[in-house]
T-cell receptor, first 116, second 114 residues
Framework: AQKITQTQPGMFVQEKEAVTLDCTYD???????LFWYKQPSSGEMIFLIY??????QNATEGRYSLNFQKARKSANLVISASQLGDSAMYFC?????????????FGQGTTLQVKP | NAGVTQTPKFRVLKTGQSMTLLCAQD?????MYWYRQDPGMGLRLIHY???????AKGEVPDGYNVSRLKKQNFLLGLESAAPSQTSVYFC?????????????FGPGTRLTVL
């Protein structure tokens, strides 16, 4: 069963507008972490934001915020004031607490294109 | 402080050839990982290590072997390369559990098997 689901293969957004990238997850572990990464065309994996399962507040990092809805098992990434440099592939990932391995499970990604 | 480095950056192999990918980290991290990324897909875990001298299988381990003889290095071996192993390979390291920290990724190795 797929544990991380990103249902939007591709998204377009106008420059300076906000955009939401969807991510749903599936786990029975009460302790887990959720991550978003950006992968530009150059290929490197860039960490954006982290949300722990016990965190009471939604995580924010600059223009990035994570809309964490635990009951719905969703962890959507919100990018405010989109910039041309935000055009990239975005991955949602989960780390489960059980097993103490630190392994990450990735979704299939969403390609975001920012239009000028 | 170089972070996570991978050698080589690019490689082309013929079917049946062998090679070793080297991952090195200078952050004294306990945990290390090898992922592969196929076109249009997310990363999938091949093998990982939770400490020097230990290795374990991930989601897609077939056709690969690994070794972690030194804490700072994690080697990924392909004994007999197949076209299905054409992919981008990422190494990552992680300080250990208890901290809400991300894995630190290397720049990737692009491997083509003809």
């Amino acid at each position: 069963a797929q544990k991380i689901t990103q249902t939007q293969p591709g998204m377009f957004v106008q420059e300076k507008e906000a955009v939401t990238l969807d991510c749903t997850y599936d786990t029975s572990d009460p302790s887990y972490g959720l991550f978003w990464y950006k992968q530009p065309s150059s290929g490197e994996m860039i960490f954006l934001i982290y949300q722990g399962s016990y965190d009471q507040q939604n995580a924010t990092e600059g223009r990035y915020s994570l809309n964490f809805q635990k009951a719905r098992k969703s962890a959507n990434l919100v990018i405010s004031a989109s910039q041309l440099g935000d055009s990239a592939m975005y991955f949602c990932a989960m780390r489960e607490g059980a097993g103490n391995t630190g392994k990450l499970i990735f979704g299939q990604g969403t390609t975001l294109q920012v239009k000028p | 402080n170089a972070g996570v480095t991978q050698t080589p950056k690019f490689r082309v192999l013929k079917t049946g050839q062998s090679m070793t990918l080297l991952c090195a980290q200078d952050m004294n991290h306990e945990y290390m990982y090898w992922y592969r990324q196929d076109p249009g897909m997310g990363l999938r875990l091949i093998h990982y290590s939770v400490g020097e001298g230990t290795t374990a299988k991930g989601e897609v381990p077939d056709g690969y072997n690994v070794s972690r003889l030194k804490k700072q290095n994690f080697l990924l071996g392909l004994e007999s390369a197949a076209p299905s192993q054409t992919s981008v390979y990422f190494c990552a390291s992680f300080p250990g559990l208890g901290a809400p920290d991300t894995q630190y990724f290397g720049p990737g190795t692009r491997l083509t098997v003809l």
